[in-house]
């Protein structure tokens, strides 16, 4: 079972327990001391619902902004190794060399942030990014070039190259606890309080249950929504790996001559 799936329907046993534990109060505590303290019970209702509506969007807000923002970076990657290619065309044997590593780079990433078998891996460490930075600032270091074009080109290719390493460097690093998981326990937590607040003021039904119960539903939906979108290549709206799949295979044929 999939790690999110699994902590939504925690969630959401945790949530309706709530209920259920309201109902239970209600059945255990004399009336009396519910009536006395209903205006209590709903002032603490309506404020917590409040917060956690609050927190809640502003969750799922911050997990779209994940994937959106990781799906932009993806593109613009796509984008710089398109430029590299180009230029590394144009440098003859050095170029081809340049674009073995510059594959080895691409796969390498793809299993970072794919896996191996379809799970994501986990993001880029520092020293993993400084490595792939070196090595191919010492390639560029050692080529030499004989004309002030190869001299230009392979400034252009070699900073190009950093811009490529340091945008997978910053993707990586972006998806280290992108969304809290203390404040995901705290917005579980919260709902619990909210239907257990409902279910001391509630009269015990069938239908108060299912109400409940498909209210808890909702609100775990809410925070599948926020585990998928804040983890982009490992869950049901993962980033397809097509687009860097492309890339590798393009690298792999010869340059035109």
Not at 141 to 165: C, M, W, Y
Not at 209 to 225: C, K, R, T, Y
């Amino acid at each position: 079972m999939h790690t999110s799936t699994r902590r939504v329907m925690i969630a959401a046993c945790v949530i309706f327990v709530g209920a259920v534990v309201g109902h239970l109060l209600q059945e255990l505590l004399p009336p009396h001391h519910l009536s006395d303290a209903k205006s209590v019970i709903t002032t603490v209702q309506g404020l917590v619902t409040a917060l956690l509506e609050l927190v809640l969007g502003l969750l799922i807000w911050t997990g779209y902004g994940v994937y959106a923002q990781q799906n932009s970076e993806m593109m613009t990657l796509a984008g710089q190794v398109l430029q590299l290619d180009v230029l590394l065309d144009r440098l003859g044997a050095d170029g081809v060399r340049a674009r073995a590593l510059q594959r080895e780079q691409l796969i390498a990433m793809r299993k970072r942030f794919w896996g191996h078998d379809g799970g994501a891996g986990p993001p880029v460490p520092y020293e993993t990014g400084r490595a792939e930075l070196s090595r191919m600032d010492a390639f560029f270091a050692a080529t030499k070039a004989t004309t002030d074009e190869d001299r230009a080109l392979f400034d252009q290719a070699r900073g190009l190259a950093a811009s490529i390493v340091l945008t997978i460097l910053l993707m990586g690093r972006q998806l280290r606890n992108p969304v809290p998981h203390g404040l995901i326990n705290s917005v579980i937590l919260w709902a619990g309080l909210v239907f257990c607040c409902l279910g001391t003021t509630a009269t015990l039904s069938v239908l108060s249950i299912a109400v409940e119960f498909v209210g808890a539903l909702s609100v775990a939906s809410a925070i599948f929504l926020i585990l998928e979108f804040s983890q982009p290549y490992d869950g049901h709206f993962r980033i397809p790996p097509d687009g860097i799949d492309h890339v590798i295979a393009a690298l792999t044929q010869p340059p035109e001559a």
